[in-house]
Structure formats: structure tokens, C-alpha cells
């Protein structure tokens, strides 16, 4: 214990900062760890996951959605080839 110690004040000291500091924000940490898989909105590490899976499903689908949209404003924005009436706008 008194070597853990002896490490938190050194590593605050590289910090700059006095080992008190270092352990009150140190403490959400470790509460964290104490409360096992739970997070602060009380949802499991394995709900997080699959929201991030979800997230990231949603994602690529706009990513490529996006890509459609660019594509289709370019063909819309180019010139109408030769011996093609032009638009009336």
C-alpha cells in the first residue's frame, strides 16, 4: 500500500500537480471499476456494444448514401451532350 502510494505521488509530481489532485480525479475511475460491467447510464458493456454495432451499421449506410447522392449530382450537373435539346430552366 505504502508503495502505491509512494507511486501516485511520484506520477503526480511528473505531473505537476500534488497527489491528493491525482487521487480525486482518479476516483470515478475507480469507482467505475468497483461497480463491475455497469457504466453511469446503468447499461451493460454488452448493450453498449451492440448500440455501437448499430451505430456503426447506420453510419455505413449514410456513408454510402452520401456517396449515391454525389455521384447523382454530378451526372445532373454536367452538360447535355451535343444534339440534345437544352433544359427550359
Known sequence: MAQ???QRSQGAA???IRAPLLYRWARPKRQANLSGNESKSGRSVEELEAEIRRLRAENAKLLE???VLKKS???LSEAPPRGMPESNR
Open 14 to 16: 511528473e505531473l505537476g
Open 65 to 67: 448514401q452520401r456517396e
Open 73 to 75: 449530382l454530378g451526372i
Open 4 to 6: 502505491q502510494w509512494s
